[in-house]
């Protein structure tokens, strides 16, 4: 038969732990847990693109138009929430020995702190990908995650940028092969970013 027990608080003993149940039990809660410590994910969003795009630009474009862009907004509910932020992007070249830039931004700015140090020349990127060596176009799949703390909680709009190197002249192809053949060896691709709150 089962007992009911009514109380507002249960304060340890000795020490400061209060244990409930033995190993293999399972507790049950029939409300909202709430005070037990960090580290749990409030809120998953994610942005899913399935057409082509492509740009010859050399300088930072999102990734998409017409209401297709690779972005994501979501609004954290504490301004000590942490926003994970973890992106996919299929990637191929027009011609060969050029390079691919790609940089996380927030609110249509970069994100200086998700990208490389400055480096003489050098392009300062969250990731590149390249196509040098052996008259390599081979699609490739630029990948990542980053740790944001927003300290707001308005809305934040993640997105990926992408741009040609300067000296390249080359056309990038989003979730399209280089190839582009219209039989099974060239395949239709997806993007992806996505987020996720982390609660203090």
């Not at 399972?26 to 740009?55: E, H, N, P």
């Not at 862009?69 to 027009?94: C, H, M, Y």
């Not at 196509?131 to 799949?141: H, M």
């Not at 992408?162 to 395949?187: H, K």
Request: proline share 2%; net charge negative.
């Amino acid at each position: 038969m089962a007992s009911e027990l009514k109380t507002n608080l249960i304060t340890p003993a000795s020490s400061t732990t209060v244990t409930i149940g033995e190993s293999g039990d399972t507790i049950s809660c029939g409300g909202t847990a709430t005070g037990f410590g960090g580290g749990k994910i409030g809120q998953v969003l994610q942005t899913v693109k399935t057409d082509v795009y492509t740009s010859s630009s050399s300088t930072w474009n999102i990734i998409g138009s017409g209401g297709t862009e690779l972005k994501i907004s979501i609004t954290p509910v504490a301004t000590d929430s942490k926003i994970l932020v973890f992106w996919t992007v299929p990637v191929s070249s027009s011609t060969t020995n050029v390079s691919q830039h790609f940089a996380l931004h927030l609110g249509g700015s970069v994100m200086t702190d998700a990208i490389g140090d400055a480096s003489s020349s050098r392009a300062q990127t969250t990731q590149s990908s390249d196509s040098y060596g052996a008259g390599d176009k081979a699609n490739r799949v630029v990948a990542g995650q980053f740790l944001d703390s927003p300290g707001v909680t308005s809305a934040c709009e993640y997105s990926i940028y992408m741009r040609a190197s300067t000296s390249s002249g080359t056309t990038i192809q989003i979730n399209q092969c280089s190839q582009n053949l219209d039989n099974d060896d060239s395949g239709m691709q997806i993007s992806t970013i996505t987020v996720m709150e982390v609660l203090a």
